[in-house]
């Protein structure tokens, strides 16, 4: 079982790695200061979010397969993750036009 999660996780870090961010002259894409996530493995329902400004956040949630199975807004720094199933996911963070993608574990 870790053999194929591990398989998992190898081909979509690799198609995720090859895909470029589209941007427009108008608008550049730009992580978000101060970002800070954790637990991260999460053992429990809640994952903190904090940033620099801790200002309202879109966040969405992709599993290995590249497929959203999570997508909310938040106005404080805790997100509720009890609807997903123990893994490995991509967590997008965006907040006032900047974003931000990193790697969440769930146990």
Do not use: H
Not at 14 to 39: D, N, R
Not at 50 to 64: C, G, H, L, P, S
Request: aromatic share 10%; charged share 20%; glycine share 2%.
């Amino acid at each position: 079982m870790k053999i194929l999660y591990s398989a998992l996780f190898l081909v979509f870090t690799l198609c995720a790695v090859a895909q470029e961010t589209p941007t427009t002259q108008y608008q550049q894409i730009q992580e978000i200061p101060g970002f800070k996530l954790y637990p991260n493995p999460v053992f429990d329902n809640v994952v903190y979010i904090t940033t620099e400004r801790n200002a309202q956040k879109e966040v969405i949630i992709y599993d290995v397969f590249g497929e959203t199975v999570l997508r909310d807004v938040i106005k404080n720094t805790a997100l509720n993750i009890s609807d997903l199933a123990p893994g490995i996911y991509v967590l997008q963070v965006i907040e006032e036009q900047k974003t931000i993608t990193r790697k969440l574990v769930v146990k």
